[in-house]
């Protein structure tokens, strides 16, 4: 473990860029927020899309907050540094969005693909073993490839709630933090802050209140961080799992597979959004749980007064039910988070736990389905 001795020199040396760069974030997103009322285009004013949850235009250009601060923050670091620019088209494809300038899905996976072959040539990272399997070059390149381009989009894919993407980002930093911490790896540990620090300037605009958004850029900045961040951590810490990594970030990961599998089962594209996410039904789940205990002492002889205040109580239904989405998420998905910490360097356990949260996605998406009493 960390001597207390070096845990204070870490705190007192980075203590000031850690601060520096959550302003920097804060700071940049406040800017966003404030320039966005004179240039109404930066606003997102479409009430009525999929994933549609806000009631005032809002500005979307949060990641490039994020993007900005930990620019700065890696700055010393050569591998990161590229990993900054290689990301730079994928972040592009999704500002592009947000700036209502909408591309194709199939552009927007061209420039993902340039940002993940980019980042595997430039900095030389790729999957080469999965804890007792040793890959050759070639399929641990191409497997690398294929998880980037899945993961850049998972984390835009949960991306429909104030705070849920960047929260979820954040619980999973603090994961792949205390790992880092408990192996003493400084170094990691500093990479790891400076990605949180710079979500947390960002991640205070947009939870519980939505004043910014991340964005399409930011979320996939932030997929596409995590997943070299997710190799780095293999490489630097061996003793860790493969698995480890892939539970920790398991619910983003299914969130696609199952997104992919339900399309294909309806008949629809899996390019083609709809409204039955995981966390688009825990939302109206929310609401309908919310409605029947505002309504549930209603009688005859209230109604109109019921009626008279049924704008009031609805829009006051939809603006807890969105942050609450998140708070029940981030509580779904904690033991997962432990059990990953906890069983780090134990492969067939987090095997067992991997399928385990499946069973768990699985059921939990059912009863939602029930409660709501819609046909899938």
Request: charged share 15%; hydrophobic share 50%.
């Given at each position: 473990?960390?001597?207390?001795?070096?845990?204070?020199?870490?705190?007192?040396?980075?203590?000031?860029?850690?601060?520096?760069?959550?302003?920097?974030?804060?700071?940049?997103?406040?800017?966003?927020?404030?320039?966005?009322?004179?240039?109404?285009?930066?606003?997102?004013?479409?009430?009525?899309?999929?994933?549609?949850?806000?009631?005032?235009?809002?500005?979307?250009?949060?990641?490039?907050?994020?993007?900005?601060?930990?620019?700065?923050?890696?700055?010393?670091?050569?591998?990161?540094?590229?990993?900054?620019?290689?990301?730079?088209?994928?972040?592009?494809?999704?500002?592009?969005?947000?700036?209502?300038?909408?591309?194709?899905?199939?552009?927007?996976?061209?420039?993902?693909?340039?940002?993940?072959?980019?980042?595997?040539?430039?900095?030389?990272?790729?999957?080469n073993n999965l804890d007792f399997?040793?890959?050759?070059?070639?399929?641990?390149?191409?497997?690398?490839?294929?998880?980037?381009?899945?993961?850049?989009?998972?984390?835009?894919?949960?991306?429909?709630?104030?705070?849920?993407?960047?929260?979820?980002?954040?619980?999973?930093?603090?994961?792949?933090?205390?790992?880092?911490?408990?192996?003493?790896?400084?170094?990691?540990?500093?990479?790891?802050?400076?990605?949180?620090?710079?979500?947390?300037?960002?991640?205070?605009?947009?939870?519980?209140?939505?004043?910014?958004?991340?964005?399409?850029?930011?979320?996939?900045?932030?997929?596409?961080?995590?997943?070299?961040?997710?190799?780095?951590?293999?490489?630097?810490?061996?003793?860790?799992?493969?698995?480890?990594?892939?539970?920790?970030?398991?619910?983003?990961?299914?969130?696609?597979?199952?997104?992919?599998?339900?399309?294909?089962?309806?008949?629809?594209?899996?390019?083609?959004?709809?409204?039955?996410?995981?966390?688009?039904?825990?939302y109206k789940a929310i609401k309908?749980?919310?409605?029947?205990?505002?309504?549930?002492?209603?009688?005859?002889?209230?109604?109109?007064?019921?009626?008279?205040?049924?704008?009031?109580?609805?829009?006051?239904?939809?603006?807890?039910?969105?942050?609450?989405?998140?708070?029940?998420?981030?509580?779904?998905?904690?033991?997962?988070?432990?059990?990953?910490?906890?069983?780090?360097?134990?492969?067939?356990?987090?095997?067992?736990?991997?399928?385990?949260?499946?069973?768990?996605?699985?059921?939990?998406?059912?009863?939602?389905?029930?409660?709501?009493?819609?046909?899938?």
């Amino acid at each position: 473990m960390l001597s207390q001795d070096l845990f204070f020199n870490l705190k007192e040396i980075y203590f000031f860029k850690y601060i520096f760069i959550f302003f920097l974030s804060f700071s940049t997103c406040l800017f966003i927020i404030y320039i966005s009322k004179k240039y109404p285009s930066f606003l997102d004013k479409n009430f009525k899309g999929y994933q549609k949850y806000h009631t005032f235009p809002t500005p979307r250009l949060g990641g490039v907050g994020i993007y900005i601060s930990s620019f700065i923050g890696l700055i010393s670091s050569s591998i990161f540094l590229k990993l900054m620019f290689s990301s730079f088209p994928a972040f592009i494809a999704g500002i592009f969005s947000d700036i209502n300038k909408e591309l194709s899905p199939k552009v927007r996976i061209l420039l993902i693909s340039i940002s993940a072959l980019l980042g595997i040539f430039l900095t030389d990272l790729y999957v080469n073993n999965l804890d007792f399997i040793t890959l050759n070059k070639f399929l641990g390149i191409f497997l690398t490839f294929i998880g980037i381009l899945g993961f850049t989009n998972a984390i835009n894919i949960i991306d429909g709630f104030n705070g849920l993407a960047s929260g979820f980002s954040l619980i999973a930093l603090l994961n792949f933090l205390f790992t880092a911490f408990f192996y003493n790896n400084i170094f990691l540990m500093d990479i790891i802050s400076i990605f949180i620090f710079s979500i947390l300037g960002f991640f205070i605009l947009n939870f519980p209140f939505g004043l910014i958004f991340l964005g399409d850029g930011g979320a996939y900045f932030l997929g596409y961080m995590f997943s070299f961040l997710c190799i780095f951590i293999k490489n630097l810490l061996p003793q860790v799992s493969a698995l480890y990594p892939f539970l920790v970030l398991i619910y983003p990961i299914y969130e696609v597979i199952f997104s992919i599998y339900r399309k294909i089962k309806r008949k629809t594209s899996p390019f083609k959004p709809d409204t039955y996410h995981f966390h688009m039904l825990v939302y109206k789940a929310i609401k309908k749980f919310l409605r029947r205990r505002y309504t549930k002492n209603f009688s005859k002889e209230n109604t109109l007064y019921f009626l008279k205040y049924y704008k009031n109580i609805k829009e006051k239904i939809n603006f807890l039910a969105n942050p609450l989405t998140s708070i029940f998420i981030f509580l779904w998905i904690l033991p997962f988070q432990i059990l990953a910490f906890l069983f780090k360097n134990h492969p067939p356990i987090l095997f067992m736990c991997s399928l385990l949260f499946i069973f768990y996605y699985n059921l939990t998406y059912k009863i939602l389905v029930m409660y709501l009493k819609n046909k899938i």
